[in-house]
């Protein structure tokens, strides 16, 4: 697929050991890459800090365990320079409920931005898409992957797992099924939606509109989806 204006898409994903960015830690980092030389994959699991280890929860929730990480898992440096190499030329970065894998990625590559200051520059060069915020103009409630996969019937392509690589390959076929279904998603691009109840979650970024986004038990007609009302903001 291609999004206009950009030579280089990275839909991505991470398993963490929680919901804080800034305290937790990425345990499973992965990514499909798509461009003209065609598709990468990368998928990685992540050695924690001695002393650390995997929630009960996460363990249930993504199968990921201590063994695994111990036995398979690779650096935080190495997982981290093997992301960063995708940043190529005019780069979006694609995910779904973007602004939390963001911010995992952001502060990890902030704790290597001594050794590693073009992460940061690759990072911050680059532009983001968040799935979430498209599919919460085009349908119901409720919003997750799983969702998106059955509304765009999927489900014997692709499975989600809770574990990083399928997810990225789901979401791969859940953004080129919403760019046939519509296309305007270079409307979106650095725009996130949010839920007023819970607001902003994690560091804001800086290139990133943020506003809040009601539900709707419809497709939103053009000029009522979020990018167009911020537009409209703008005048």
Same mark, same amino acid.
């Not at 398979?72 to 979006?92: D, P």
């Given at each position: 697929?291609?999004?206009?204006?950009?030579?280089?898409?990275?839909?991505?994903?991470?398993?963490?050991?929680?919901?804080?960015?800034? @305290?937790? $830690?990425?345990?499973?980092?992965?990514?499909? !890459?798509?461009?003209?030389?065609?598709? *990468?994959?990368? /998928? =990685?699991?992540?050695?924690?800090?001695?002393?650390?280890?995997?929630?009960?929860?996460?363990?249930?929730?993504?199968?990921?365990?201590?063994?695994?990480?111990?036995?398979?898992?690779?650096?935080?440096?190495?997982?981290?320079?093997?992301?960063?190499?995708?940043?190529?030329?005019?780069?979006?970065?694609?995910?779904?409920?973007?602004?939390?894998?963001?911010?995992?990625?952001?502060?990890?590559?902030?704790?290597?931005?001594?050794?590693?200051?073009?992460?940061?520059?690759?990072?911050?060069?680059?532009?983001?898409?968040?799935?979430?915020?498209?599919? @919460?103009? $085009?349908?119901?409630?409720?919003?997750?992957? !799983?969702?998106?996969?059955?509304?765009? *019937?999927?489900? /014997? =392509?692709?499975?989600?797992?809770?574990?990083?690589?399928?997810?990225?390959?789901?979401?791969?076929?859940?953004?080129?099924?919403?760019?046939?279904?519509?296309?305007?998603?270079?409307?979106?691009?650095?725009?996130?939606?949010?839920?007023?109840?819970?607001?902003?979650?994690?560091?804001?970024?800086?290139?990133?509109?943020?506003?809040?986004?009601?539900?709707?038990?419809?497709?939103?007609?053009?000029?009522?989806?979020?990018?167009?009302?911020?537009?409209?903001?703008?005048?």
């Amino acid at each position: 697929m291609e999004i206009q204006g950009y030579d280089n898409l990275i839909f991505f994903d991470t398993e963490t050991t929680g919901f804080d960015g800034q @305290k937790n $830690r990425i345990i499973e980092l992965a990514a499909v !890459q798509v461009n003209s030389s065609g598709e *990468k994959h990368i /998928d =990685k699991f992540i050695k924690l800090p001695e002393g650390e280890s995997v929630p009960d929860k996460i363990v249930e929730l993504t199968g990921i365990t201590d063994k695994i990480l111990s036995e398979e898992g690779v650096s935080e440096i190495e997982a981290c320079a093997e992301f960063a190499e995708l940043f190529t030329g005019k780069t979006l970065l694609v995910a779904h409920n973007a602004q939390f894998d963001l911010n995992f990625i952001g502060y990890t590559f902030w704790r290597n931005r001594h050794e590693h200051p073009e992460w940061i520059r690759a990072f911050n060069a680059a532009d983001y898409l968040d799935t979430l915020t498209v599919f @919460k103009d $085009r349908r119901s409630y409720p919003h997750k992957l !799983q969702n998106a996969i059955d509304t765009y *019937k999927l489900g /014997d =392509k692709v499975q989600n797992t809770h574990r990083a690589i399928d997810d990225c390959l789901a979401l791969f076929e859940v953004t080129k099924a919403m760019q046939a279904e519509r296309n305007d998603l270079e409307s979106y691009i650095n725009i996130f939606g949010y839920n007023q109840k819970y607001g902003i979650s994690g560091s804001t970024i800086t290139k990133v509109t943020y506003r809040q986004q009601g539900f709707s038990d419809f497709m939103r007609e053009p000029q009522y989806t979020l990018p167009e009302v911020i537009k409209r903001e703008r005048k």
